[in-house]
């Protein structure tokens, strides 16, 4: 009887410093309005947390222009430029928890497009990170998700693409839709911006979906490393499942396994990932 856990569960250092930049905001600013926009991080355990501490989560530009007063934090998966200021025309503290890796992809798109390259984000067109590098494009873009979404582009021959990737995006799916524009002969400049700790994250949980009879995977259904996390895992191992919390974890499933792999999405406290794993050896030991 076995449980493996993954070393890269729980929070990537962008998550990690987001959280913690919160907390520090609200050390600092007692008696102070504090807002996040949008979900500081995609875990809803945190954001419970944070509300609880009078922080609170504005969820459109009309709800960032209705305010006169109080510290702005700009959420780990970036924002567009133009909240940055519209916060600042309205005389608001902007705090940046941007993660760094996003904030590189800001600046490698708007410097390329403003050089008069056209932008190809290879990445979920919903996705707040994605819609934040969006609106630091100076010209003209195009996001991508699958190979599929390449049919019926057509660009100029002689047109420049820079091709960068949001950073939770699948490393091999971003290198198939990567080989297939290349060998449209275009002239491409490619950045893999996908994180490192996101690569290596997904290469860990492979490897344990392949010995393990039962995998586990604890993130919040928002949080897109999650999802891609999942679906990686369920293509090794078909028995794999998406609990959020403890409590969505059904111990049945565990009745006739002898090995159980756990991994985590980058914004999972490792509260809840400890809660899940001791809950799991203690049921397997406890069977014999």
């Known amino acids: 009887m076995q449980v493996i856990s993954a070393k890269t569960a729980g929070f990537c250092f962008g998550v990690k410093n987001a959280v913690d930049t919160v907390f520090e905001q609200i050390q600092a600013h007692r008696g102070k309005k504090i807002y996040t926009y949008g979900p500081i991080i995609h875990n809803g355990e945190v954001i419970k947390q944070l509300e609880q501490e009078g922080v609170v989560v504005l969820n459109s530009r009309d709800a960032l222009a209705a305010l006169t007063e109080g510290v702005v934090i700009i959420r780990s998966h970036g924002v567009e430029k133009s909240i940055y200021d519209l916060a600042k025309s309205r005389g608001l503290e902007i705090v940046d928890a941007t993660c760094p890796f996003v904030t590189k992809i800001h600046k490698i798109v708007q410097k390329e497009s403003e050089a008069g390259s056209f932008i190809l984000i290879v990445g979920d067109p919903k996705h707040p990170e994605v819609q934040g590098i969006q609106g630091w494009i100076a010209g003209s873009s195009v996001v991508v998700q699958t190979p599929k979404d390449l049919e019926g582009i057509l660009l100029l021959d002689d047109l420049k693409i820079c091709i960068v990737a949001q950073t939770t995006f699948n490393y091999n799916k971003f ?114």
């Open 175 to 288: 290198q198939d839709i990567v080989e297939i524009v290349a060998k449209k002969g275009y002239n491409v400049s490619v950045l893999n911006t996908i994180c490192n700790a996101t690569k290596e994250r997904q290469e860990e949980a492979k490897e344990i979906a392949e010995v393990v009879e039962v995998m586990i995977v604890i993130g919040d259904k928002h949080s897109s490393n999650t999802q891609k996390l999942f679906e990686i895992c369920q293509n090794a191992c078909k028995a794999t499942y998406y609990i959020q919390t403890l409590e969505d974890l059904n111990l049945n499933q565990l009745r006739l396994v002898e090995t159980v792999g756990i991994t985590a999405g980058a914004s999972t406290p490792n509260t809840i990932i400890e809660e899940v794993q001791s809950k799991c050896q203690s049921y397997l030991l406890n069977r014999c």
